[in-house]
Structure formats: C-alpha cells, structure tokens
C-alpha cells in the first residue's frame, strides 16, 4: 500500500506548490514539545508555504496524530493532497516547499524497512511474523514435539538428554522449513531472529543457505513475547543494521575520496554532514541548507 502511495506522490501533477515534511517522533529520548520545536524551526526558514497550510499541519500534530509511529511524512497542498505516512523508523527532520512532493526520504524508508519476517523460536516452538512499514501483516505458528524434563540420575539420564537432545534439533529443522515455506508465501526474505542465543545459534547451522543469507540481525526474546514487544525489538535490530550499513557506505566513499587527487579528502565526521540534493529549499534535521 506504501509503495503504492509513493509512487501517487512520486507522479503528482499539480499546479500548487507541495510541502513535504518528515518528522522524528520517536518519543525515548524527546518529549512531544521537542519534536514541534524542531519542525517549527525547519518550517520558518521557508517563508513562502501558505499559513493555511502550516496551520493545517499544527491541528493534525496537535489533535490527530497519536504518536506511536517513530517516524512521520506528511505531504500537503493547498489544493486537494493530503497525505500522512507513519514511519516505522525515526527520520532526520526534514521540510521542504517545492512544485513536487519530495519522496527520497520515503523512498529510502520504504527500501530499507519496508518488508522483513521475524521468526521468535525456542527448542520446541516457532513463531513467524511478517512486517511491512512497521506493521503486522501476517503471521504463522508451528508446535513440534513437547520436550520434558527428566529428573533421573545416572545412565538412563543421559540417554533421555540424548534423546530430548535429538528431539529438539528435530524440533528446529521443522521450524526452519517452515519459515523457509513462509518466505515464500509473503515473497520476503529479510529475516529476524528472536530467541535465546544458544537456540539461535543451533537455528541458524539448520537454516537452508537462502534463508540464513538474509538475514538482518537478531534480538534476545522469549518466544511467547508479545507480538508489540517481538515488532519493536525487531524494528531496532533493523534500524542498527542500517545504520551499520550506512557508515560502511561512507567509509568507502571517503577510501575512495582520499585515493583520487581529484576529489577532496574530508573527515568522516563530515560526510554525514553533507545535505541531500534537492532542488526545493530544505532544512536537515542537522542545521544544513540544501539549495
């Protein structure tokens, strides 16, 4: 459905001005006075956007938005769009008044976190959701074997652990099929594993080479977990991966900077530092103007 939205917004034809803003609303670190402070500070420099429409943005903040999103896009004009995309992730503040919707930010979102599978798992149980723009939007479970507890000393203890041993690998190369078959059905391969860390580990030698090559990272749960508590775990392990992945991306950049005479040689503090190209006047949650 966000894809979809993107592209609407992508292809928008319209003789009005559009503002397009994204917004940081995780509320861990700020409170809710913070985040309008900073989307104040981004949107006086504009000037130009209709008071109207700011005011339309301010009654939506203030009476309508119900802030469990950590994320926030918001694109209006003053004719007839009006759009509200709840982020899964926490975005640099951003706004931007230009003649169309500005969609990188959304779109990089949507790439990055816009699908993935979460499989909870212990030695006896599976449970498999698929997430799409921070929400639920199938989910599967699959039981195997009951293992019990064997208080008998002696040889005949270690036969039984060998066997419960035994049972639950079985147990675990079930689940793994499964969530193989679950791949398929939601057409998703990036993965997140939730469990204890020696159940994981065993997981992961029985998971078929297309199934383990994607997969994102993992968090320590119980696999009765609730599902919020099993989503918001998985969302940070995703947002660290990708955090990850960026500061390879420009650490490779910067190699290759200071390799070319041609280029100049920066600090890798200051690649982050450099605004996103755009043909609208934006304001970076970082103090930068992009022109």
Request: with cysteine; hydrophobic share 45%.
């Amino acid at each position: 459905m966000t894809s979809q939205i993107l592209e609407q917004l992508a292809a928008h034809q319209g003789t009005a001005s559009v503002l397009s803003i994204y917004l940081d609303t995780d509320l861990g670190a700020k409170s809710k006075d913070a985040v309008r402070l900073m989307l104040r500070d981004r949107l006086r420099p504009l000037g130009q956007v209709p008071e109207a429409l700011v005011r339309r943005v301010w009654d939506y903040m203030d009476f309508e938005f119900d802030w469990a999103p950590r994320g926030l896009a918001i694109f209006a004009d003053e004719s007839n769009l009006w759009q509200v995309i709840p982020l899964p992730i926490s975005v640099p503040v951003q706004a931007y008044w230009a003649e169309k919707p500005y969609v990188r930010t959304l779109s990089d979102v949507i790439d990055r976190f816009g699908a993935y599978n979460v499989a909870l798992v212990d030695r006896q149980s599976l449970r498999v959701f698929s997430v799409r723009m921070g929400e639920i939007q199938a989910q599967t479970q699959a039981l195997g074997e009951e293992l019990k507890r064997h208080k008998q000393g002696g040889w005949s203890a270690q036969v039984y652990q060998r066997h419960e041993d035994n049972l639950a690998m079985h147990n675990l190369k079930q689940a793994a099929e499964v969530l193989d078959a679950f791949g398929e059905q939601t057409g998703v391969r990036r993965l997140v594993l939730g469990g204890s860390p020696d159940v994981l580990s065993q997981f992961r030698e029985v998971l078929p080479r297309r199934v383990s090559d994607h997969i994102i990272g993992e968090f320590a749960a119980d696999v009765s977990a609730s599902t919020h508590k099993a989503l918001q775990l998985s969302l940070d392990v995703v947002a660290q991966a990708d955090l990850a992945e960026e500061a390879q991306l420009v650490e490779r950049a910067v190699t290759a900077a200071n390799a070319s005479t041609a280029r100049p040689c920066l600090p890798l503090k200051w690649w982050y530092m450099l605004p996103w190209p755009t043909p609208a006047r934006a304001i970076t949650s970082r103090g930068l103007v992009a022109a």
